[in-house]
């Protein structure tokens, strides 16, 4: 089983992904929080997020400042990470830049089947990456969920590559 993953096919951009240091990314999240928000349309507009940012500044101004990514390193250093952990798909497709022309993003498995999924299926895609706070060593190293939430109890797994097609 390989640790990391390609993305490939029809993209400027042929990249490699390593799950295993996903566990200190920002953008990571807990699967709890995922599955919990399914059904819930995402109608948050650009707006309201910057409205959100200008209250975040307005707070930080009056209370202080949050500490710093440093301190914030050394605190989750030092607790233990528990939970299962995801990632969005889209910006890892973004990043390798598919072609105009590409519809689907064919997951490859370990055992040798392929698994189509339509380029929006995969824009929406979550990638977990962490079973109770640890890597996903066997069939993994990532699960594939739907965005929409239709496999959660059948994970896409074992995938060892991307291909855009």
Not at 59 to 84: A, H, M, N, Y
Request: hydrophobic share 35%; aromatic share 10%.
């Amino acid at each position: 089983m390989a640790n990391v993953i390609t993305v490939n096919g029809n993209v400027k951009f042929p990249i490699t992904l390593d799950p295993s240091v996903w566990i200190f990314d920002d953008r990571k999240f807990k699967m709890e929080d995922f599955f919990a928000n399914l059904g819930e349309e995402k109608t948050e507009s650009h707006e309201d997020e910057l409205m959100k940012i200008g209250q975040r500044w307005d707070r930080e101004l009056t209370e202080g400042v949050i500490p710093t990514k440093q301190s914030e390193k050394l605190f989750v250093e030092k607790k233990k990470i528990v939970g299962d952990y995801g990632m969005n798909l889209q910006p890892f497709i973004k990043n390798a830049e598919p072609g105009s022309d590409a519809s689907r993003l064919v997951c490859r498995l370990q055992n040798g089947e392929e698994v189509p999924l339509s380029l929006d299926e995969a824009y929406d895609a979550v990638l977990c990456f962490a079973i109770d706070g640890k890597p996903i060593r066997e069939d993994g190293p990532v699960h594939l969920y739907y965005g929409d939430g239709r496999n959660m109890d059948n994970p896409i797994r074992g995938i060892i590559g991307f291909t855009i097609e």
